[in-house]
């Protein structure tokens, strides 16, 4: 079966530490993106990548860092610098950047800081 | 600046119709995308609507008017399962990159 996957479900770490965030897809997708979800609220864009090794920043790209070397992944790393890390980030794909408006969405990651 | 405008909160009672609205203000516009996410889920796709008018998709239906920058969800038939957060999309034609921004989302509640 095609999809996202994202990896831990749940990540609790300690304030101060970088942590990195997996989203791997086999839906042979060029785009790919990041968003993060506070409680109540709709989707902010982190970063996104329209193809590998290639990839822009976000409405809220600040204390984030992302990487994407290969068509199937793409990491988000949540560094010290972000204020305020605690919440859902969510991963999702497009065929293209021309079917951005179709994006398949990975389960998601809740992390919380302490 | 961009903004989207949505209900935080409807109720309806199952096997009714309901509609969600959303406005939009952008400096460009490429078409509108409605999603679904149940609690602690992952959204899922629904509809797009890129030209003006009327797209069903089994029960649930959504429309686009460009000229007015709104457009709504059409859910028949409420069942429970229906109960959800809803979001409207808009793809800013300004920018050179295709992402999506998202309205803060509608939360549905479906009642017996």
């Known amino acids: 079966d095609g999809g996202i996957t994202q990896s831990p479900k749940y990540l609790f770490r300690k304030e101060g530490q970088n942590v990195t965030l997996s989203c791997e897809q086999n839906?042979?997708?060029?785009?790919m993106y990041w968003y993060r979800q506070d409680p109540g609220q709709g989707l902010r864009l982190i970063y996104y990548?329209?193809?590998?090794?290639?990839?822009q920043k976000g409405d809220i790209a600040e204390g984030y860092s992302v990487s994407r070397e290969k068509k199937e992944s793409f990491p988000l790393t949540v560094t010290s610098a972000q204020k305020n890390p605690t919440a859902f980030y969510l991963c999702?794909?497009?065929?293209?950047?021309?079917?951005?408006?179709?994006?398949?969405f990975g389960p998601g990651t809740r992390l919380t800081v302490t | 600046g961009q903004s989207l405008e949505q209900p935080s909160e409807v109720t309806a009672v199952e096997g009714a119709i309901v509609q969600i609205n959303c406005t939009y203000q952008?400096?460009?516009?490429?078409?509108l995308s409605w999603y679904q996410q149940h609690d602690g889920g992952a959204p899922t796709f629904l509809s797009y609507?890129?030209?003006?008018g009327l797209e069903e998709t089994g029960r649930f239906s959504s429309f686009l008017s460009r000229s007015d920058s709104y457009g709504y969800l059409l859910l028949q038939e409420l069942q429970m399962k229906d109960s959800a957060s809803y979001f409207c999309?808009?793809?800013?034609?300004?920018?050179?990159?295709?992402?999506?921004?998202f309205g803060q989302g509608t939360e549905l509640s479906v009642k017996p």
């Open positions: 999702a794909s497009s065929i293209g950047r021309d079917s951005t408006y179709e994006q398949y």
């Open positions: 839906l042979n997708h060029d785009a």
């Open positions: 990548s329209q193809i590998v090794n290639d990839f």
């Open positions: 952008t400096s460009g516009f490429y078409g």
């Open positions: 609507n890129g030209l003006d």
């Open positions: 999309a808009v793809r800013d034609q300004r920018n050179q990159g295709g992402k999506l921004i």
